[in-house]
């Protein structure tokens, strides 16, 4: 096997760096962050195996166990953003049984298949986006100063002087373009329109969802609508460039090489899985319905071929990440089949009270940097003195035990009604330009809330 090179690119993330960087946004739930980095370092460690192996090697689905707000989702979210690999998210509950009216559970391969697609189709765009800029501006030259076209009969230029002046002026203009110096000017353009945009669903069947490319069948027979359109050249540089880069693309070779990704790399993040798992004691009414979709969604989990409008796509090798809080069910509450399908299991911790401050405080995106970043907006200087931190995060334990654990969700409430009254007088406060938020501002706004279980149940 050939030497690698040192330079890594997303794909190729240790599952140490993954780990690292979902500790950027995710606190603690370490158990949970190895699963998943080793699962992500296992696809590209498939893909580097003999080729007679490679088929054999199946992905170790995950099922992520634990109460809301711990960091289930927020782990599915870092990591969609994390690895080059198409990733959608679903929730189990908005699918029913074949039959039922409502999503199937293939359908969920299409989405993923479609974002593929884009994901490939943006970075292609990308790649030829210089030479769409430049036919674009060579549009907008034609449009500013037309070209002399030979006609039957007539020379292509009356003098060759003609040529060499209209050469300069394009060039003048030119320059002009590059600097912005004709961007409030107004042309009128011809633009695409979307064709057949009524034809997506006839009567109750929708061919979408059967993997029929409706685009394709009458794009070819149906001519293209233009409509004209004035619009500054500014606008007309971003419209026009879109279409010389659809103009460059390969669709074929976007096709061929996002169906493969999602072949080979394809990740289904599936939520909510508890609210499909029925008690195994019952047999009646919606546990039914709930059982049927576990069996549908278990051919995709092992392997099956789904077809889409793109072509047909293969599941063997998509990585499924499950997850549930499974409070009045259990993971055995699931068919089976379907529980070998997910042999590893990772139980996420209950958040503490110090996870509360870590969260509030350490992440990129922690919520007291959001709330410093929009007063910033208004002028206005907020910060938090320690104590402050640690008493919000006492009072979401508190009220998280004493109500219903909605996990760090509840530092989104609390924070929202200590704030409520800076929240809506910032923008006519001209006097103070600075607020430190002490613990004694927050116990004096919530405490009463808290003591009182019937106001801190609707108001946090």
């Known amino acids: 096997m050939n030497k690698k090179s040192k330079k890594q690119n997303h794909r190729e993330l240790t599952p140490r760096e993954i780990v690292k960087e979902l500790d950027k946004y995710i606190i603690g739930q370490d158990a949970a962050k190895k699963s998943v980095a080793i699962a992500i370092r296992n696809r590209w460690r498939r893909l580097q195996a003999p080729e007679n192996l490679r088929e054999e090697i199946m992905p170790n689905n ?6 809301t707000g711990v960091g289930k989702t927020e782990i599915a979210r870092r990591l969609a953003k994390l690895v080059d690999a198409p990733f959608l998210k679903v929730e189990a509950s908005k699918y029913t049984e ?22 490939v189709k943006a970075q292609k765009a990308a790649e030829v986006q210089d030479k769409a800029r430049k036919n674009a501006e060579e549009r907008i030259l034609d449009i500013l100063i037309p070209l002399r076209r030979k006609t039957t009969g007539e020379a292509a230029l009356e003098k060759p002087e003609d040529a060499e002046n209209i050469s300069f002026t394009r060039e003048r203009f030119r320059e002009k373009l590059a600097k912005g110096e004709l961007d409030e000017r107004v042309i009128e353009l011809d633009v695409t329109t979307d064709q057949i945009p009524a034809m997506q669903v006839f009567g109750p069947v929708n061919l979408e969802e059967m993997g029929v490319n409706i685009q394709e069948m009458f794009g070819s027979i149906l001519p293209k609508k233009m409509k004209k359109r004035k619009l500054t050249i500014a606008e007309a540089k971003v419209v026009i460039a879109h279409e010389e880069a659809q103009k460059l693309i390969d669709m074929d ?15 289904i993040f599936l939520d909510e899985i508890d609210k499909i798992a029925g008690s195994r004691s019952q047999s009646h009414g919606p546990d039914v319905s709930r059982e049927g979709v576990q069996r549908d969604l278990l051919p995709i989990v092992e392997g099956s071929n789904v077809m889409t409008k793109y072509g047909m796509v293969k599941t063997d090798h998509v990585l499924f990440i499950a997850s ?5 069910t259990k993971p055995s509450d699931l068919i089976p089949e379907l529980q070998g399908r997910f042999p590893i299991r990772v139980e996420l911790n209950s958040l503490t009270e ?33 104590d402050s931190i640690k008493e919000v995060a006492k009072i979401a334990r508190e009220v998280n035990e004493q109500v219903e654990n909605i996990g760090a969700r509840r ?22 330009n600075k607020i430190v938020v002490t613990k004694e501002m927050v116990q004096d706004k919530l405490a009463s809330i808290v003591k009182n279980r019937d106001l801190s149940r609707y108001i946090l």
Do not use: C, W
């Open 98 to 119: 074949v039959g039922y009216v409502g999503r199937d559970v293939e359908s969920m391969v299409r989405d993923l298949t479609e974002y593929s697609v884009s994901m």
């Open 411 to 432: 530092l989104h409430t609390i924070l929202t009604t200590l704030l409520e009254e800076l929240l809506y007088n910032a923008p006519d406060n001209l006097s103070e």
């Open 354 to 386: 110090d996870d509360f401050v870590k969260i509030l405080t350490i992440p990129q995106n922690a919520l007291i940097k959001q709330y410093i970043a929009m007063l910033q907006t208004e002028g206005i200087d907020l910060q938090f003195s320690d």
């Open 62 to 67: 995950i099922i992520l166990i634990g109460p």
């Open 324 to 328: 549930g809080a499974f409070h009045m």
């Open 253 to 267: 070779a976007v096709i061929k090489e996002a169906l493969l990704r999602v072949h080979d790399s394809g990740i």
